[in-house]
């Protein structure tokens, strides 16, 4: 129950003496109030928890029920009666019970206090909340402490800069933390508790399990290298196999390592150092994919090369990344236009990178017209596929583009493509007003060209140029790319899947090259001769009329330009079409034959033709096998009528085939388990940001087991926190190798570093290096001490020179002034 607002009365104010004399004038009152009423405790309540006096003669007023009561007439009697009254009981019982309505402010709160003589009161004010009476207080409301529980959350994220996207994650670690109370009250880590526990007890514990799988699984690498923000040779090495617990093809992370020098030799030693430190069989190696270039595939000394020469002479040959394949080809073909388009791409990114006007007047423009606003990216030259990224946004925001750039037209361009700039105006319907507003922007990117640099005057001018004085030859070879790299774009999103698709190499790269050469190449030439054997020359190339986007060019340029651009776009043409006919292995006759373990190929004659050549090439899967069995099983597999063709994945497919036909099922796995894309790049990724330079000091190593954990979550398909979920967290069941490698981590860690410093416990430490911080003070301090003895210096040799001028003649004395 709230109480209403009152002047309450506080002992040794004016307002205490003035109502106790009106009480001894008052005939009525025969009891007049007395302070010390209220350190009486009745039944274990004290008096100066409920009551308060009023400027009421004869009456005081009870703060628990809201009620005057009488105690003019039989004095603290009357005080204690309503204690017992059953009306204030039921108020104590409720005020206990009940839950204050979201944003009500918390009631009058109850001391024992009140009543207190001033020269005590102030003393006791300090341990009011150690002296509160046995009142309950309402429950604050739930709303209430969900929204302090949200500020908080949103607090904690600020302070640590983090993004938002992981709020909702953080409150479900809360939660789930939150059901062992007992735990988490006692839990404490810091940063470098955590990181050794991250190498040697979390980490440790996967990469275990994950050597005990590989050393009873084939398995297939995936390895790269990469320099990372702190000037780290990192090589990274992912490992993919079919996992009985997880019943799939899985990939998981086995190593980063640091390197100094990168060559085939040096990471053949470590990736042999690697085997032997965990004990694996280079019997059960099945392929490597890597990208093409000679450190890793070259045909004489390369890595691939090397392993199978020295190791493994069963490697598959499944040849190198053909998504590196598609991103050359795809540079092939930009290369023939001159880099127009990639020259233009350069200059807009680089003209927006560092300036922040330009890119709000660039968003006040989209607003205007109704474009999406973005700011221009930039390609990667090394992935070249996102120049197609990067060609899409830059069409969309053609429009915007050359509304920001007409103010920088010198002074007679500017009238004469006025009408460019008024079309622009008509096609999005803009009004009056935005107009007004649009060229109070332009005028002041205007102004900016009298503080440019030269080299941002010069950029300007070249995106001028594309933009009004070539603007057909800018849009054509806009659409251009926009139309074919599509193509290549796809395959590399299809095959940068982590689902199984090592069956769907071979038909997917003959659908992108005969798509590719359909766009110039005679369909006769394409329809009697094997696509490898295309001979991709001019004397095949259709008429020009026929080739893919040469009437489009010539509907929107004409004269020279448009021949210009149709021989360019034919020698492109050329230029992709051998180069991806170069790279692609569509003739490769491993990807051939793995191609009939797709189920949507059974039945066909083609199809038990290769499966029966597949022993032969992948025979390290058939050791005690006989060859005839596998080949009894191929063809009841190619005319079995009770398989059904699912959608499913194709690991998944042949695990549910092994009691049926388990050793085509041991080649079908064995040949999945191949990588097929680049996925070892998504680990560089992740490595940019642990990786950086707000992080120079953070070990290879973990890294290294950070990359593990992640790898691991990643296989199981679960976040960490579903992955350690129980149910029942005093009797469900937890990994016992889990829990020992935890607990004992700070030893390892020990032991790791005394290693790596080659001294054993009994040794004596030396003292620590002092620290970068301690180094920066010992330089303040050194530099203060050498100012101090120079500032004494100079005061001797100013008193030294003193001394020398009284002890001269008064007549030197005037000649050394006058100097």
């Known amino acids: 129950m709230a109480t209403r607002d009152r002047n309450f009365i506080e002992r040794g104010t004016k307002l205490d003496s003035e109502s106790l004399e009106e009480d001894k004038r008052d005939p009525l009152v025969k009891n007049p109030w007395k302070w010390s009423w209220m350190d009486f405790t009745h039944k274990d309540q004290k008096l100066s928890h409920s009551f308060r006096l009023v400027k009421k003669a004869g009456y005081a007023v009870c703060v628990v029920c809201d009620k005057e ?38 009631p009058m709160t109850t001391t024992s206090t009140y009543g207190i003589h001033p020269m005590f009161k102030k003393q006791l004010d300090k341990h009011e909340q150690q002296l509160k009476g046995g009142l309950s207080e309402p429950n604050v409301s739930l709303p209430d402490r969900q929204a302090y529980a949200e500020a908080t959350i949103l607090a904690f994220t600020a302070e640590h800069s983090l993004p938002f996207s992981i709020v909702n994650d953080l409150i479900h670690l809360n939660q789930e933390l939150a059901k062992d109370k007992q735990v988490l009250e006692n839990l404490s880590m810091d940063r470098t508790t955590a990181s050794y526990k991250m190498t040697h007890g979390l980490s440790k514990t996967f990469h275990e399990e994950l050597i005990e799988d590989l050393k009873s699984s084939h398995f297939s690498l995936n390895i790269d290298e990469c320099t990372s923000e702190t000037n780290q040779r990192v090589v990274t090495v992912l490992v993919s196999y079919f996992s009985e617990k997880e019943n799939k093809v899985v990939t998981k992370h086995l190593s980063s390592f640091k390197v100094v020098t990168v060559n085939s030799e040096t990471l053949y030693n470590h990736l042999v150092a690697l085997f032997d430190k965990y004990s694996l069989k280079w019997e059960n190696l099945v392929s490597i994919l890597m990208d093409s270039c000679a450190v890793m595939r070259g045909s004489k000394s390369g890595l691939e090369t090397r392993i199978r020469s020295k190791k493994a002479p069963q490697l598959l040959d499944i040849d190198g990344d053909s998504c590196h394949h598609a991103h050359n080809a795809a540079k092939a073909f930009c290369h023939g236009f001159d880099n127009y388009i990639e020259g233009l791409l350069n200059d807009i990114y680089t003209d927006f990178k560092w300036s922040s006007d330009q890119k709000e007047v660039l968003r006040f423009i989209c607003d205007a017209l109704g474009i999406k606003a973005t700011i221009p990216e930039r390609y990667v030259p090394h992935r070249w596929l996102s120049v197609y990224d990067v060609c899409v946004d830059t069409s969309r925001l053609l429009d915007a583009l050359i509304l920001f750039y007409y103010p920088f037209l010198s002074g007679s361009d500017s009238s004469t493509y006025l009408p460019v ?16 507003e649009i060229c109070k922007h332009q005028s002041k990117m205007s102004n900016k060209t009298k503080t440019m640099t030269q080299a941002g005057k010069d950029r300007k001018k070249r995106i001028v140029k594309k933009l009004f004085h070539t603007p057909s030859k800018t849009k054509v070879l806009l659409h251009i790319y926009t139309s074919i790299l599509p193509m290549l774009k796809k395959y590399v999103l299809y095959f940068q899947s982590v689902t199984p698709l090592v069956h769907k190499l071979n038909d ?31 004397e095949n190339i259709l008429p020009d009329n026929a080739v893919f986007l040469v009437r489009y060019i010539k509907e929107n340029l004409q004269g020279p330009a448009a021949s210009e651009l149709v021989n360019k776009l034919k020698t492109a043409y050329l230029k992709c079409g051998q180069t991806l006919q170069r790279k692609m292995p569509v003739n490769n006759k491993l990807l051939r034959c793995a191609s009939a373990i797709d189920p949507a190929c059974r039945g066909h004659t083609i199809t038990l033709q290769r499966l029966l050549q597949l022993p032969q090439l992948v025979a390290f899967a058939l050791k005690d096998v006989q060859t005839h069995e596998y080949e009894k099983e191929a063809r009841q597999y190619n005319t079995d009528k009770e398989i059904v063709n699912t959608e499913e994945r194709i690991d998944i497919f042949w695990s549910s085939l092994r009691e049926k036909y388990p050793v085509m099922t041991r080649v079908a796995l064995a040949l999945v388990s191949c990588f097929h894309g680049p996925q070892v790049e998504s680990s560089f990724s992740i490595m940019g940001n642990v990786l950086n330079t707000e992080r120079p000091n953070l070990h290879i190593e973990t890294f290294s087991s950070i990359q593990t954990v992640k790898y691991e979550l990643t296989a199981s398909g679960k976040s960490g926190i579903r992955y350690f979920r129980r149910k029942n967290y005093l009797k469900d069941q937890v990994n016992p190798k889990l829990c020992k490698n935890m607990r004992s981590a700070y030893k390892s860690y ?64 005037k000649v050394l002034k006058k100097k």
Request: hydrophobic fraction near 30%; aromatic fraction near 2%; charged fraction near 35%.
């Open 421 to 436: 700039v008024d079309s622009m105006y008509q096609k999005h319907s803009i009004s009056e007003s935005v107009k007004k």
């Open 69 to 106: 009561c009488k105690y003019g007439s039989r004095g603290r009697v009357s005080l204690t009666d309503h204690l017992d009254s059953v009306a204030h009981q039921k108020v104590l019982k409720l005020r206990a019970a009940n839950t204050l309505l979201p944003g009500q402010k918390q």
């Open 750 to 813: 020990v032991q790791e570093k005394e290693h790596k410093s080659g001294m054993s416990q009994t040794v004596p430490r030396k003292s620590a290096c002092p620290s970068k911080k301690q180094t920066k003070e010992k330089a303040i301090e050194d530099a203060d001490k050498a100012r101090v003895e120079h500032t004494h210096k100079l005061m001797k040799k100013v008193e030294k020179r003193k001394s020398e001028m009284h002890e001269l003649p008064s007549s030197s004395k």
């Open 508 to 538: 997917k790269q003959q659908d992108l090259l005969k798509d590719f050469l359909v766009c110039f190449i005679k369909p006769e030439i394409l329809n009697t001769q094997a696509l490898h054997k295309v001979n991709v020359s001019e």
